[in-house]
């Protein structure tokens, strides 16, 4: 017996990957073709934009509320969110959510403490890399981590939410992602947080000079784990 995840989508090529992940990977752990139940609800990105423009992270937490609500609606055991950006609001949806979650940060820290990793360069959204989300999940783990300078955040923030987001991947945008991590793996860093979940739909392990913790996969093969851990 498999447990039923839910997913509440934010942008699209995330949510898809997170998606495909479970389905393609749950076969090596039930069975050619076979893979948990799986349920997404996505209200409009725009919402979304819309409350972080405006710093507005309790509206975040509601449309993350009403995700989970539906999905517990139509039998979801749990929930993820395959969006990086969005935990801000995690801590003050949780308490009113009729479901658990799991947290990605929490997901990407812990296999950066287990892989022994000390110091993590960390790239997302404007809005992620300045939150809390991941530096207080890595100080469980004891782990230190470094933000990309003014200059390198803007303009990851601008290759994330006006092309990855939409699906538009360019040769300029992977080698300013080189270029940003080659410099901060100089500055000290042995591992990179792709701490957008479409950052991996251009880097990984095989085009970086870190080694890479790509949050949507690992969030996507956390989520497997927990609704296997009982089948068979």
């Not at 890399?129 to 530096?135: I, K, R």
Request: proline share 4%; glycine share 8%.
């Amino acid at each position: 017996m498999t447990l039923h995840i839910g997913i509440a989508g934010c942008s699209a090529e995330g949510a898809a990957l997170c998606y495909r992940t479970i389905c393609l990977e749950g076969q090596a752990l039930l069975g050619r073709n076979v893979h948990p139940e799986v349920s997404m609800h996505t209200p409009s990105l725009s919402d979304y934009v819309d409350c972080l423009e405006s710093d507005d992270i309790a509206g975040i937490g509601d449309l993350m509320l009403q995700s989970a609500i539906k999905l517990a609606d139509i039998g979801a055991d749990f929930v993820i969110c395959p969006d990086n950006t969005v935990h801000q609001a995690f801590d003050g949806m949780i308490e009113r959510s009729p479901v658990p979650w799991l947290h990605i940060g929490e997901v990407v820290a812990a296999e950066a403490a287990r892989q022994n990793f000390s110091r993590l360069a960390l790239t997302g959204t404007s809005w992620l890399v300045n939150s809390d989300v991941y530096p207080s999940k890595l100080a469980v783990h004891g782990l230190d981590f470094a933000r990309p300078d003014q200059d390198e955040c803007r303009e990851i923030d601008r290759i994330i939410m006006e092309e990855l987001t939409h699906g538009v991947f360019k040769p300029e945008a992977i080698a300013y992602f080189q270029k940003t991590i080659t410099r901060m793996g100089q500055a000290g860093c042995d591992a990179v947080i792709l701490g957008c979940t479409e950052i991996p739909l251009i880097m990984d392990d095989g085009n970086s000079s870190l080694p890479t913790l790509d949050s949507t996969r690992l969030l996507a093969r956390a989520a497997l784990l927990r609704a296997t851990s009982d089948a068979g």
